[in-house]
């Protein structure tokens, strides 16, 4: 026995208060926002009608969650526009994020390390990443307390495993 919602099902969003809207005042025919039953001339009426509408926005906003299988007109585009608005809407998203700084980058930019200790002079190092082969700069005083610590945990670990090595002889 499943619980739960289907998960091959796509829910649709939440409708938002679309009441203030121009599609729904008296004289405006319910029809023109169904493509496929009304002429070009009702669609390009409930498209103006759309265009002036108080609630465009949030029409807007919803369209573009609705699936690709709704017909009708919503915030003056039809399917095929709004499909067309989300490929620019993940166009720009895509070229925003390709803008931001990587964290290499963000890291040639800082002056001090995440401890506080200055990255200049003689406590600066240029390391190489050994997994992305891009150059890092490090505090050396950061690397001289990890080495001073891996080589303390190191000497730890042989004792303790010479003492289990004396116990089972």
């Not at 980058?105 to 003689?122: E, R, Y």
Request: aromatic share 4%.
């Amino acid at each position: 026995m499943r619980r739960g919602p289907d998960p091959r099902i796509t829910p649709l969003p939440p409708v938002p208060d679309l009441s203030a809207g121009s599609c729904r005042q008296p004289g405006a025919d319910p029809d023109w926002w169904i493509t496929g039953s009304n002429t070009r001339e009702q669609r390009e009426a409930a498209r103006a009608i759309c265009r002036r509408c108080p609630v465009f926005a949030a029409c807007e906003t919803f369209a573009l969650t609705l699936p690709q299988s709704d017909h009708g007109i919503y915030a003056a585009m039809v399917p095929h526009e709004r499909e067309r608005r989300r490929s620019e809407l993940r166009k720009a998203a895509r070229a925003a994020a390709a803008r931001r700084p990587s964290a290499w980058q963000l890291n040639a930019a800082k002056d001090v390390c995440s401890h506080g200790h200055q990255l200049s002079g003689g406590n600066l190092v240029v390391t190489t990443n050994s997994r992305t082969g891009r150059p890092r700069r490090a505090c050396r005083e950061c690397q001289r307390r990890w080495a001073r610590n891996s080589m303390r945990l190191r000497r730890l670990l042989d004792r303790k495993a010479a003492a289990r090595q004396a116990a089972v002889a």
